[in-house]
């Protein structure tokens, strides 16, 4: 079974940085296109971040430039590096996958979610 596993949230003030990982096994992320979407209390999900085999990224116009989407195939780990977070980033993060390339909300994978939490 493939499976995906997030760590690296937490806790951070407004303007922070943080860089969440989301571990990839039972299949080789080279042939599979990934993302972040997040859900904060209240409110859907929002993809975030893809990116698609060839290693083409797209962001959400909320990013404005704040994160970076990045795969490693050798690591068999997909990040988010999060700069100059702001207190309307806070949510449960999650990553996605699919063999297909399609928004990051209606991947057939993802993963249990790591909290970002910015006050």
């Known amino acids: 079974d493939v499976q995906l596993v997030e760590s690296g949230g937490g806790s951070v003030q407004d303007g922070a940085s943080l860089r969440l990982s989301c571990a990839v096994s039972g299949y080789d992320p080279l042939y599979l296109c990934m993302g972040w979407f997040r859900q904060a209390p209240g409110k859907g999900r929002e993809g975030v971040a893809v990116i698609n085999r060839r290693g083409t990224t797209r962001y959400a116009d909320f990013v404005s430039g704040r994160f970076t989407i990045s795969k490693v195939n050798a690591e068999k780990t997909l990040y988010l590096q999060m700069n100059s977070l702001k207190p309307e980033d806070t949510a449960m993060y999650y990553c996605?996958?699919?063999?297909?390339?399609?928004?990051?909300?209606?991947?057939?994978?993802r993963g249990q979610g790591t909290q970002v939490t910015v006050s």
């Open positions: 996605a996958a699919d063999l297909f390339s399609r928004s990051t909300v209606r991947m057939s994978l």
